[in-house]
Nanobody, 119 residues
Framework: QVKLVESGGDMVQAGGSLRLSCVGD????????IHWYRQAPGKERELVAV????????KYADSVKGRFTISRDNEKNTVYLQMDHLRPTDTAVYYC????????????WGQGTQVTVSS
C-alpha cells in the first residue's frame, strides 16, 4: 500500500533550523509531485511548498520564501524540507502528500511530524 512517512520534527528555539524528511513507499516515487503542508492549532491547513516529480518545478508559500528549501532525492524515495530561521509562527504539524502534478488533487497523506518553535 501507499505510505508516506515524515520525520525530523522537533522542538527548537526561534532562529534555529530543522530538516524534515518524507519517505515514500508503495508507489513509483519519482512519478509524483510531493507537497509539504502544515497545520497549527486553530488555524487552516496551509501549503508550505511543493516540488514536481523531477524537481524542476518548485513553489513556496510567501510566509516561508527565503527561509525554507524543498528538495528531493528520488533514488532514496525522499523529499526534504530544510527549514532555517525558524519562527514561533512556524509551529505546526507538518505533513507530506503526493499528487500526480503540482496542481493535481492530493492522493495520499503522511501521518505528520510536530515542529515546535519556542521564543
Amino acid at each position: 500500500q501507499v505510505k508516506l512517512v515524515e520525520s525530523g520534527g522537533d522542538m527548537v528555539q526561534a532562529g534555529g533550523s530543522l530538516r524534515l524528511s518524507c519517505v515514500g513507499d508503495g508507489f513509483t516515487f519519482g512519478s509524483y509531485a510531493i507537497h509539504w503542508y502544515r497545520q497549527a492549532p486553530g488555524k487552516e491547513r496551509e501549503l508550505v511548498a511543493v516540488i514536481s516529480n523531477g524537481g524542476a518545478q518548485i513553489k513556496y508559500a510567501d510566509s516561508v520564501k527565503g527561509r525554507f528549501t524543498i528538495s528531493r532525492d528520488n533514488e532514496k524515495n525522499t523529499v526534504y524540507l530544510q527549514m532555517d530561521h525558524l519562527r514561533p509562527t512556524d509551529t505546526a504539524v507538518y505533513y507530506c502528500a503526493r499528487s500526480w502534478t503540482i496542481s493535481s488533487p492530493i492522493e495520499d497523506w503522511g501521518q505528520g511530524t510536530q515542529v515546535t518553535v519556542s521564543s
